[in-house]
């Protein structure tokens, strides 16, 4: 009956009008950190029976842990989520978001903790596609404002690449056959695969590295708390925190940076 | 073609059914304030209070040309950069807000015809006898309108209802904002998306035996 409580405490709020409205935003800032996440992103971030878990769950009840902060998690459909980092409702992101220049350029982000590769995954039973090169002539989609369909617009050949964004939902539109193909980090798509009911296979190898970060209001405010976050994390790396999460969660550890394979392209993340 | 899940439908009713008493106090906090709004500006429209009247004409042709959506995410997402102030809305006070002013413009036009629909000489007997406008209006002519404006207010207090699932977009987790999560995590789609339809389905089906009762009772006056 959160919600109840919820809707009765906004109800509230508002009949006592604006002077409690400014009231309340400055007493609610103190040592609370506003995590947005879709909760929508097995195994990263969902909710199963009205109960939040998943890596990013785990990753940020961590840092609170280290920090002293009190985590509040605040979930809303993806593409909202930018809107309310923008407009101080949050002040971070935690739904495996990737480390791009133009991101770069906006917010101050934490010292990466997840390190995986764009990944192309399709129908089981579908051997025409062996990787990102195959995509030609392809109907592929993704995540609205996912970096993944940078990743793709950048390919040479991706005026033939049918590329379509939406909200949700796009594993099952692969499943049902509506799309040849949908793009996602690889170790999510290989969990999905392997827990879940879909029809869906990868398609070859992961063909960009990504580096996922939390991403922070570039103020003074959004960097000291990144400043604080960043010694956190160093803090469950080397306690073996962070690894132990990842297990949990992957069976493998992702929070890693892996070492240089030589000729492999670093794509556009840095 | 793979069998339904029961038992997984079955666990998903009482978690959903836990988010019913938000988005019904949503939809009927926004229809109570819609209703007042609404009253305001179709009086306005009617009685053409100069100035206001133009006034209301523009807030009404905002409201109903632009999608609720649209209208949602620039107030949420978009004014705060200007009024900072606003940044401590929060969701469920902003959806309201917008279903508020969304609906209202709408319901001002019904609200409105009902009123133009009472006879003229209604209004000439009132004054004939002595009543102020004012009176007329709040005596005679709006309980009458009320009887005629019902079934369409009625209509669009369950598109309110339905509309509340976009407040998932502005962070509130909501009927539809459940079931999406629970349906991303489990992959059970139809099951999940059927389970919430039945859900939103019972809920007006209430609302319509309501109603049925409500206009009945507004009826009585005129059966003889």
Redesign the interface.
């Known amino acids: 009956m959160t919600a109840f409580k919820t809707l009765a405490r906004t109800l509230a709020i508002t009949s006592l009008g604006l002077a409690t409205f400014m009231g309340t935003a400055t007493a609610a800032q103190a040592e609370t950190l506003r995590v947005g996440m879709s909760g929508g992103y097995y195994p990263f971030t969902f909710v199963d029976h009205d109960k939040l878990q998943g890596f990013e769950v785990d990753v940020m009840n961590a840092i609170g842990k280290q920090t002293g902060d009190d985590i509040q998690f605040v979930t809303a459909s993806f593409s909202g989520l930018a809107g309310m980092l923008d407009s101080g409702r949050i002040d971070t992101i935690a739904n495996q978001i990737t480390i791009t220049p133009e991101r770069q350029a906006k917010y101050a982000f934490s010292e990466p903790y997840v390190y995986d590769g764009a990944q192309v995954v399709v129908k089981k039973g579908n051997d025409s596609i062996h990787g990102v090169e195959d995509l030609k002539g392809k109907t592929v989609i993704m995540n609205l404002g996912s970096n993944y369909e940078t990743l793709l617009k950048e390919l040479p050949y991706a005026d033939e690449i049918n590329l379509k964004t939406y909200e949700s939902n796009i594993e099952q539109d692969v499943a049902l056959g509506r799309a040849d193909a949908f793009v996602m980090d690889r170790t999510s798509a290989a969990q999905v695969i392997k827990d879940k009911p879909l029809p869906l296979q990868l398609a070859g190898q992961p063909f960009s590295k990504i580096e996922n970060a939390l991403p922070f209001r570039d103020d003074e405010k959004g960097r000291a708390q990144r400043d604080r976050v960043n010694k956190a994390l160093d803090t469950l790396r080397e306690n073996g925190e962070l690894k132990a999460i990842s297990e949990k969660w992957f069976d493998s550890d992702i929070t890693e940076a892996p070492q240089s394979e030589g000729s492999e392209k670093t794509g556009s993340n840095s | 073609m793979?069998a339904l899940n029961l038992d997984y439908m079955v666990?998903?009713v009482p978690?959903l059914l836990?988010?019913l008493?938000?988005t019904l106090?949503?939809a009927a906090?926004g229809m109570a304030c819609a209703l007042i709004l609404s009253c305001l500006l179709a009086v306005i429209r009617v009685s053409r209070l100069p100035g206001l009247n133009q006034a209301a004409k523009l807030f009404i042709s905002f409201f109903r040309g632009t999608p609720l959506l649209v209208q949602l995410?620039l107030f949420?997402?978009g004014l705060?950069?200007f009024l900072s102030?606003l940044?401590?809305?929060?969701?469920?006070?902003a959806t309201?807000m917008g279903l508020t002013l969304h609906f209202s413009a709408y319901m001002a036009e019904s609200i409105r015809a009902a009123i133009t629909g009472i006879d003229r000489s209604q209004t000439e007997a009132a004054q004939s006898i002595g009543m102020t406008q004012f009176q007329t209006m709040r005596r005679i002519i709006l309980p009458q309108a009320t009887r005629v404006a019902t079934p369409t207010l009625m209509n669009y207090f369950i598109d309110m209802i339905k509309s509340t699932s976009l407040a998932?977009?502005?962070?509130?987790?909501?009927l539809m904002?459940?079931t999406?999560?629970?349906?991303?995590?489990?992959?059970?789609?139809f099951e999940a998306f059927l389970v919430v339809a039945v859900i939103y389905w019972i809920i007006v089906e209430a609302l319509s035996w309501c109603q049925k009762r409500l206009e009945k009772r507004l009826n009585r006056a005129y059966q003889r």
Do not use: C, D, R
């Open positions: 793979q666990g998903l978690v836990g988010y008493p938000l106090g949503m906090a995410f949420y997402y705060p950069q102030f940044v401590s809305i929060n969701g469920v006070t309201i998932f977009t502005l962070g509130v987790t909501e904002g459940a999406q999560k629970e349906a991303a995590s489990s992959f059970l789609y």
